[in-house]
């Protein structure tokens, strides 16, 4: 795919969202993390679903520490790895408590360095509450990038690496929102919505479909 091609399909994302995020509900920095740490391989929904009374009664580190690790279970077990990621959330309030005065760090190794905290959780973070221009590739963006010819890559770090050095610098901060929500509701997994997709005349896909 040619860079004129990309530009022109950021700038028809942009010009229907301008104003792009995640659809993870949160109204601080704490919140945001731990929310995205409860989303692997978990749906938005079922995140906000069960943070929206969690945070209720606990939103700092210190307050889901007090929880413990059954208080917290309660409020994230229908959420899917609930076990092994209320153990990371409680490890990762730990290292903020002593190792960060309880402050979201905004540098990719201090993030990587909590519990549960990998390179995707990372930049998510880095992105959505820093603004840094960052590439967060889920399953979403890994499949779009290779069926479009966006960004083809084997691998997640290859497609993030290529997104990040062929995105035009202009629309590379709000570039991973697009993607995701391009692929979770047009560019779907099992059958794309090409007749409703803004980007059809530009998209490489060779099978496209007519559904809407």
């Avoid at 301008?18 to 989303?39: A, G, K, M, Q």
């Avoid at 995140?47 to 700092?60: D, G, I, M, Q, R």
């Avoid at 069926?147 to 990040?164: C, F, N, S, Y």
């Amino acid at each position: 795919m040619n860079k004129d091609k990309r530009v022109q399909i950021f700038a028809r994302l942009q010009a229907a969202n301008p104003n792009p995020t995640t659809e993870l509900e949160y109204d601080s920095v704490f919140e945001l993390l731990i929310s995205v740490i409860l989303s692997a391989q978990a749906t938005d929904v079922s995140v906000n679903k069960a943070t929206a009374t969690l945070y209720k009664e606990a939103n700092t580190p210190e307050a889901i520490l007090k929880l413990g690790l059954k208080g917290l279970k309660n409020h994230i077990k229908t959420i899917g790895l609930y076990n092994t990621k209320a153990a990371n959330v409680l490890k990762t309030c730990k290292a903020l408590i002593s190792e960060h005065d309880s402050v979201v760090p905004n540098n990719r190794e201090a993030l990587e360095a909590l519990p549960g905290v990998g390179r995707k959780t990372a930049n998510v973070v880095l992105n959505t509450a820093f603004g840094e221009p960052t590439m967060a590739v889920d399953t979403h963006i890994y499949r779009l990038s290779n069926r479009i010819g966006l960004a083809p890559g084997k691998t997640v770090r290859q497609v993030e690496d290529k997104l990040i050095r062929l995105t035009p610098k202009e629309f590379l901060r709000d570039a991973h929102h697009w993607l995701i929500l391009h692929g979770r509701y047009v560019c779907v997994a099992r059958t794309p919505r090409c007749g409703s997709c803004i980007i059809e005349d530009l998209c490489e896909y060779k099978q496209k479909t007519e559904i809407e």
